[in-house]
């Protein structure tokens, strides 16, 4: 058996003399305690040393990638190929599969061939003659320095970090103008208020504010190319009833210097904006497609790197950036946050209030797949970014708009349904006969009641009266009439005093003509 050893200075190919050691995989170690006894087990057949750092840099290169370089080539063409019956030990399968495959050579990759690899690399010194253990030391800190260098001039992660470093300048550029806008208009409101209400954008404000000066200048300046002609007209009138105070030449010019740097920031801002947009494109073109390119943008920047943002779930997505909500709604009990910076993305926006929730759950879920077919895909179109959309659109049309669902048909057109309509007769159901309260209160139960027991004992009072005393008709007629009178004053509340005196004047004369009727019976 051969092994193929790799060290920083060159390639090594070592001759297994006792491969009965190796099935003890245990106490393999102990046969390499000591140069001369690591010199039984396994004898140096050929090494090939690298020329420069540049020639190491390329092999080990191409070992990571999994590829085989110039210099292992030429080793395994002069040195293995001589011995093709010979079985090769190599440290790493993937490696293996590529020479199987171009080389035709029989590749071995076991545990035992690992614990061998360790046990050659302590010994290292021993086994390889003519190499110096301070040359051995440098080639391995040059190799170690040229190869981290090259990882980081190469690395995918270079380009994220350029976005990330993009999105974050133009959140603080945002700040810093707004900071110097407002001091601007502060600062020259002093001396020409009536311009900041009539000049309401920002850039037109402080072009403005550079080409009149003083406002004593504003009638002779043409301000045609900065404003519209009657915000223009609006202008030179406000400043002839102008209420601002008088400033100096100094004042001025210092206030111009600060319009300068506003409109340049502006400038410089526009610009890092369109740089940031193609790197986006050219980066991630799905998950720009999904959400734009500044929503991505500061989601790679959360996330860290395109790679890191890859391996969220869309779970995760979804609520990115509002990690203290979610953490203060699982202190509190309370309901947790339904999205984070994809609340920004524009078919979040477009969306009302109530749906928020489910069209940002279901774009964090098409965003996720969008992030890993750009990290991880080998194509670079944003095919899949657009179908994707187009089906979240026509899923937020549907909800929106409370479609028909579809049943049957072609997937243009959707299935056609009558209005249904109830042709019979429809019970209502009276929830009266359910009801356990009593309709009356008991206390009106209780006066009906005794009610009911006075009025027959009064009729048989009467009526014992009528069959002991034969009465006339004249008498009839008064108990009549009194009655009536009763019944009127039961009905009527409140009389005048005239007629209560004269009923009680009448009430003496009744009682004489009762008592003469019952003399005469």
Not at 155 to 173: C, E, F, G, N, R
Not at 242 to 262: F, P, Y
């Amino acid at each position: 058996m051969l092994v193929l050893f790799e060290t920083a200075a060159g390639y090594a190919v070592f001759k297994v003399l006792d491969e009965s050691k190796l099935k003890k995989v245990d106490s393999l170690h102990k046969e390499f305690e000591t140069p001369e006894k690591a010199n039984k087990i396994v004898k140096l057949k050929h090494f090939e040393k690298f020329q420069d750092t540049t020639d190491a840099l390329a092999a080990a290169t191409a070992l990571v990638e999994g590829k085989i370089g110039k210099s292992l080539k030429k080793v395994l063409k002069n040195v293995v190929a001589k011995e093709a019956h010979e079985q090769l030990a190599i440290s790493d399968a993937k490696l293996g599969g590529v020479i199987k495959e171009k080389m035709d050579l029989s590749c071995v990759y076991s545990p035992a061939v690992a614990e061998l690899m360790r046990c050659i690399r302590s010994q290292m010194e021993g086994l390889i003659s003519g190499l110096p253990p301070k040359e051995m030391s440098a080639m391995s800190l040059g190799l170690a320095h040229s190869l981290s260098r090259y990882k980081l001039k190469f690395s995918p992660d270079k380009v994220d970090t350029m976005i990330v470093q993009a999105i974050s300048l133009l959140d603080d550029l945002d700040k810093e103008l707004n900071n110097y806008i407002m001091r601007c208009r502060e600062w020259y409101g002093w001396h020409f208020p009536e311009l900041g209400k009539i000049v309401t954008d920002h850039v037109a404000y402080c072009k403005t504010v550079c080409k009149i000066g003083d406002r004593t200048n504003v009638a002779t300046t043409d301000l045609s190319e900065l404003l519209p002609e009657d915000i223009e007209a609006e202008v030179k009138l406000a400043a002839e009833i102008s209420m601002g105070t008088e400033v100096s030449e100094q004042d001025i010019s210092n206030i111009n210097h600060l319009c300068e740097q506003v409109i340049e920031i502006t400038d410089y801002r526009s610009q890092l904006y369109d740089y940031l947009k193609n790197r986006m494109m050219a980066i991630a073109p799905n998950l720009t497609v999904m959400v734009g390119e500044l929503v991505g943008a500061r989601l790679v920047s959360h996330a860290g790197s395109l790679l890191n943002l890859a391996k969220h779930p869309a779970s995760t997505v979804q609520i990115l950036g509002a990690e203290k909500a979610l953490f203060r709604a699982l202190k509190t009990r309370k309901d947790t946050p339904k999205y984070g910076l994809i609340y920004h993305a524009s078919l979040v926006g477009q969306t009302s209030a109530k749906n928020k929730g489910k069209i940002s759950r279901m774009l964090a879920a098409k965003t996720s797949l969008a992030v890993r077919y750009d990290a991880l895909g080998e194509d670079t179109n944003a095919e899949m970014g657009a179908e994707n959309r187009a089906k979240l659109e026509a899923r937020l049309r549907y909800i929106e708009e409370k479609g028909i669902r579809r049943i049957s048909g072609t997937g243009k057109a959707l299935a056609k349904a009558d209005k249904y309509t109830h042709k019979g007769e429809v019970k209502i159901y009276d929830p009266s006969g359910d009801s356990t309260i009593p309709s009356t209160s008991k206390k009106r139960k209780l006066e009906e009641m005794q009610q009911q027991e006075e009025t027959p004992s009064k009729s048989a009072k009467k009526a014992k009266k009528i069959k002991t005393e034969p009465v006339s008709a004249e008498v009839a007629e008064t108990s009549t009439e009194s009655a009536q009178k009763k019944k009127k004053k039961k009905s009527i509340g409140g009389k005048p005093k005239e007629e209560e005196e004269a009923e009680v004047a009448e009430q003496p004369s009744e009682k004489k003509k009762k008592k003469k009727i019952k003399e005469e019976v």
